[in-house]
């Protein structure tokens, strides 16, 4: 099992970021993973660079394996997203593994677009993975669907096309998804939630495709410090999927959010200040069966993260 370091484009700006992801390769961390948002989930955080422009600068940076979520369909034409993923893997070959997921309306609906529900979005999204495969594979590729594309053809490809893995937060989507993903990424869940989404994408067509987890946590050596800043940064975690997905605005997940108690964080997030206790919570998830764990640290001080995690609790895991 690989452990990654998660780096949040909404709470940091890209130059720390980038520092970030070289500090967290000298402290054992065996990946990275990037989120691609248009803006931050709080207006607490007030932040939100472009992913494609980082993964260049942190690749460059650093030998380490990389992965992002993006969303294609909305505001990313398909032919875009496919050209942005041939670039990155011609220049680091073997290291980038993008996922394809449906999108949130606080980063797609910049566009202007009629934000489709649930369902429609899943089969854009199958017709946006089949358009990108076909491109990353050479063809000169015509489509007329939920998406339209004409005489799109990718000039400067890889070698060899990067797996393209699949975000899903619920087990309907990981079904779906499984006919068409090379692997399947999610978010921490309670076990019986974590299990029923990877069956039903086994089910669906993914038996013995590699499976990734992005781990919200929030550690600080004061255990009532790490419980403020998972409220302060992350509480829009305790929103259902249903709403999360179709908020527009950081006001709106502030006010949605306002009055959520610490308590209800958990197990969305796992709080506390003794690295053993998420070494343990972390060794869990491989026994599910997800081979690459990407560690969010929801709170700001990302360096003393780093380094506590790389010398107390990655060395637990290996």
């Not at 500090?23 to 990946?31: K, M, Q, S, T, V």
């Not at 677009?113 to 993975?129: D, H, I, Q, S, T």
């Not at 669907?145 to 000039?155: K, N, P, W």
């Not at 958990?266 to 206790?277: F, L, Q, V, Y």
Request: with cysteine.
């Amino acid at each position: 099992m690989e452990i990654g370091y998660h780096a949040s484009h909404e709470q940091f700006p890209p130059s720390r970021l980038a520092a970030a992801a070289v500090a967290a390769e000298a402290a054992g961390f065996g990946a990275v993973l990037s989120s691609d948002h248009f803006a931050p989930w709080s207006t607490d955080q007030d932040e939100s660079g472009y992913a494609w422009t980082w993964l260049g600068a942190a690749m460059a940076a650093t030998s380490l394996p990389f992965g992002v979520v993006t969303a294609p369909g909305n505001r990313y034409h398909p032919a875009v997203t496919a050209q942005a993923i041939a670039t990155v893997e011609e220049l680091f070959p073997g290291r980038f593994t993008p996922a394809l997921g449906s999108g949130q309306a606080l980063n797609e609906h910049v566009t202007g677009a009629v934000w489709p529900r649930k369902p429609e979005r899943n089969a854009r999204l199958a017709e946006c993975a089949d358009v990108i495969r076909r491109l990353l594979g050479g063809e000169t590729v015509d489509h007329d669907g939920r998406v339209r594309v004409r005489a799109a053809r990718l000039y400067t490809r890889p070698a060899t096309p990067p797996p393209l893995f699949a975000a899903a937060l619920s087990p309907r989507t990981a079904r779906e998804v499984a006919a068409w993903a090379d692997g399947l990424i999610t978010v921490n869940a309670p076990a019986p939630r974590l299990r029923a989404i990877i069956d039903a994408f086994r089910e669906g067509g993914g038996e013995g495709k590699p499976l990734h987890l992005q781990v919200h946590l929030s550690w600080d050596p004061d255990e009532e410090r790490a419980r403020a800043q998972a409220l302060e940064q992350w509480r829009f975690v305790a929103l259902p999927p249903e709403l999360n997905q179709e908020l527009e605005l950081p006001e709106q997940f502030d006010a949605a959010c306002a009055h959520v108690p610490a308590d209800a964080l958990e197990p969305g997030i796992h709080i506390g200040s003794d690295p053993a206790r998420h070494a343990a919570v972390l060794a869990e998830y491989a026994e599910l069966g997800f081979s690459r764990l990407y560690l969010h640290q929801v709170g700001t001080d990302q360096e003393r993260f780093i380094d506590a995690f790389g010398d107390k609790v990655l060395p637990q895991l290996r």
